[in-house]
């Protein structure tokens, strides 16, 4: 074997084409099911050590025991955050029993299929809004002009936001998602980007909960304003750490399942024909495909609790677990032919959208609506697209959270826009 479980906290590997980086994880996944990794955290200026799980069955084990795999102690991030971040970041995914089960009861009322129905409408509506925007051109960068906008535009739309500060929201979610990418980040420091990044969506949340005390509109911060139970009440700053929650893991993750679906599609031209030939009827399990395939999420942490023993390996208070999904979603003990791309796999138990447990991903079901949505305008509407040249990765400094192509140049035949 010639791959090294430590090249996983190497920024140039996540540089590499998704291809190539799940080549590597495919002989990395075979040392081991908990694989110890020292890194140097550049906070503390200190070495640290966390294991790497790369397997399916693991990942399962490790999220369905949140008492003994913890999220609160110091964040899900390989590091603990700092406490100045923590203020800006301590959305519900970084907590435990009971605030997260209280917090995400709140929101989660929204994320129903049922309370959703709404939200999709103006998702399609969306979607055909952001197409008309390029139909006419022919030859597009994906990611600037229907990726990046598409699920920003939902999000926003969801909370409240107006149209005016996507730009801005835009901007500070490339920071804090863009891991360093000197494309987002300007020469600085990055920690303080970060930081500021954070403080600026704080603000803009802040106002727009002041607005919506006062005059209530239908949005999701209206709601959460005007909570009739008062148990139910959301303080100004948690919906502030909710929203960066949302913008970010609403935002990022969406954006580069469209991006690398399409690029999935480019290169599998079978697939694309099949999906072609019945797209809502396969749309389900290509959208799930799509998920597994990319896995835009590409790690959480958990950090143990006590003594515990998982697979034969002994755990201790203090221990790091790091989950990388896409290296599981690929585990030939689980997956048939795991690295073809295969729109009709079932079953198709993936953790592109976390393990089993009380962190499973809350936008699941708008995502995969997100996803279906604009893969059916696509299909139907620019039934050519293909992508035409090389697509590039995210050049993060450190290992980026979401693994993100910053660019992926497609052409196609123009048409009209539908809304003239
Ligand atoms: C393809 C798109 C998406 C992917 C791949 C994805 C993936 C994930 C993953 C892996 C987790 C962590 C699960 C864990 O720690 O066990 C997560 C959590 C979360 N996701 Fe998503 N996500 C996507 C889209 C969305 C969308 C559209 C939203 C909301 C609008 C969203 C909101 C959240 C929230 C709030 C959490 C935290 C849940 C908690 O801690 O209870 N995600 N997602």
Same mark, same amino acid.
């Given at each position: 074997?010639? @791959?090294?479980?430590?090249?996983?906290? $190497?920024?140039?590997?996540?540089?590499? #084409?998704? +291809?190539?980086?799940? !080549? &590597?994880?495919?002989?990395?996944?075979?040392?081991?099911?908990?694989?110890?990794?020292?890194?140097?955290?550049?906070?503390?200026?200190?070495?640290?050590?966390?294991?790497?799980?790369?397997?399916?069955?693991?990942?399962?084990?490790?999220?369905?025991?949140?008492?003994?795999?913890?999220?609160?102690?110091?964040?899900?991030?390989?590091?603990?955050?700092?406490?100045?971040?923590?203020?800006?970041?301590?959305?519900?995914?970084?907590?435990?029993?009971?605030?997260?089960?209280?917090?995400?009861?709140?929101? @989660?009322?929204?994320?129903?299929?049922? $309370?959703?129905?709404?939200?999709?409408? #103006?998702? +399609?509506?969306?979607? !055909? &809004?952001?197409?008309?925007?390029?139909?006419?051109?022919?030859?597009?960068?994906?990611?600037?002009?229907?990726?990046?906008?598409?699920?920003?535009?939902?999000?926003?739309?969801?909370?409240?936001?107006?149209?005016?500060?996507?730009?801005?929201?835009?901007?500070?979610?490339?920071?804090?998602?863009?891991?360093?990418?000197?494309?987002?980040?300007?020469?600085?420091?990055?920690?303080?980007?970060?930081?500021?990044?954070?403080?600026?969506?704080?603000?803009?949340?802040?106002?727009?909960?002041?607005?919506?005390?006062?005059?209530?509109?239908?949005?999701?911060?209206?709601?959460?304003?005007?909570?009739?139970?008062?148990?139910?009440?959301?303080?100004?700053?948690?919906?502030?750490?909710?929203?960066?929650?949302?913008?970010?893991?609403?935002?990022?993750?969406?954006?580069?399942?469209?991006?690398?679906?399409?690029?999935?599609?480019?290169?599998?031209?079978?697939?694309?024909?099949?999906?072609?030939?019945?797209?809502?009827?396969?749309?389900?399990?290509?959208?799930?495909?799509?998920?597994?395939?990319?896995?835009?999420?590409?790690?959480?942490?958990?950090?143990?609790?006590?003594?515990?023993?998982?697979?034969?390996?002994?755990?201790?208070?203090?221990?790091?677990?790091?989950?990388?999904?896409?290296?599981?979603?690929?585990?030939?003990?689980?997956?048939?032919?795991?690295?073809?791309?295969?729109?009709?796999?079932?079953?198709?138990?993936?953790?592109?959208?976390?393990?089993?447990?009380?962190?499973?991903?809350?936008?699941?079901?708008?995502?995969?609506?997100?996803?279906?949505?604009?893969?059916?305008?696509?299909?139907?509407?620019?039934?050519?697209?293909?992508?035409?040249?090389?697509?590039?990765?995210?050049?993060?400094?450190?290992?980026?959270?979401?693994?993100?192509?910053?660019?992926?140049?497609?052409?196609?035949?123009?048409?009209?826009?539908?809304?003239?």
């Amino acid at each position: 074997m010639t @791959a090294d479980p430590a090249r996983i906290i $190497e920024p140039t590997f996540w540089h590499q #084409s998704l +291809e190539t980086r799940m !080549a &590597e994880f495919a002989e990395i996944r075979e040392f081991g099911a908990f694989l110890p990794i020292t890194i140097n955290n550049p906070l503390l200026g200190e070495p640290e050590t966390f294991y790497a799980i790369t397997r399916l069955e693991e990942v399962v084990a490790v999220s369905k025991r949140p008492d003994d795999f913890c999220s609160s102690r110091g964040a899900t991030s390989i590091f603990d955050l700092p406490t100045e971040m923590l203020e800006y970041f301590t959305g519900f995914i970084n907590m435990d029993n009971p605030r997260h089960a209280h917090q995400r009861r709140i929101v @989660a009322k929204t994320f129903t299929p049922t $309370e959703l129905a709404g939200v999709i409408d #103006s998702v +399609e509506q969306i979607c !055909a &809004e952001v197409i008309d925007g390029f139909c006419e051109q022919g030859s597009v960068d994906l990611v600037q002009v229907l990726s990046q906008p598409f699920p920003l535009m939902i999000i926003c739309d969801l909370m409240g936001v107006p149209r005016s500060e996507l730009g801005t929201v835009l901007d500070a979610t490339n920071i804090i998602l863009g891991g360093g990418d000197p494309e987002f980040v300007d020469e600085g420091d990055p920690i303080a980007a970060l930081i500021g990044a954070g403080i600026l969506l704080t603000e803009l949340m802040t106002e727009l909960v002041e607005q919506r005390r006062i005059n209530p509109t239908d949005d999701l911060v209206s709601r959460l304003v005007h909570n009739e139970a008062p148990d139910d009440m959301m303080k100004p700053s948690e919906i502030a750490s909710f929203f960066i929650l949302l913008a970010t893991a609403g935002n990022d993750t969406t954006r580069n399942a469209i991006s690398h679906g399409m690029d999935l599609l480019s290169k599998n031209p079978d697939q694309r024909r099949l999906w072609q030939s019945d797209v809502d009827g396969l749309s389900a399990g290509a959208v799930d495909e799509i998920v597994r395939a990319s896995s835009p999420v590409t790690h959480m942490r958990r950090t143990v609790t006590g003594d515990i023993s998982v697979s034969d390996h002994d755990f201790h208070d203090g221990d790091k677990v790091v989950m990388f999904y896409g290296a599981a979603n690929r585990d030939p003990r689980v997956f048939d032919n795991p690295e073809t791309f295969d729109i009709l796999r079932s079953p198709n138990p993936h953790v592109g959208f976390g393990g089993p447990g009380p962190h499973f991903c809350l936008g699941a079901h708008l995502a995969r609506r997100e996803i279906a949505i604009v893969f059916r305008e696509l299909l139907r509407r620019l039934p050519d697209i293909e992508v035409s040249g090389e697509s590039i990765p995210l050049q993060s400094s450190g290992l980026p959270l979401v693994a993100g192509l910053k660019h992926l140049p497609v052409t196609f035949t123009p048409t009209a826009p539908v809304g003239k």
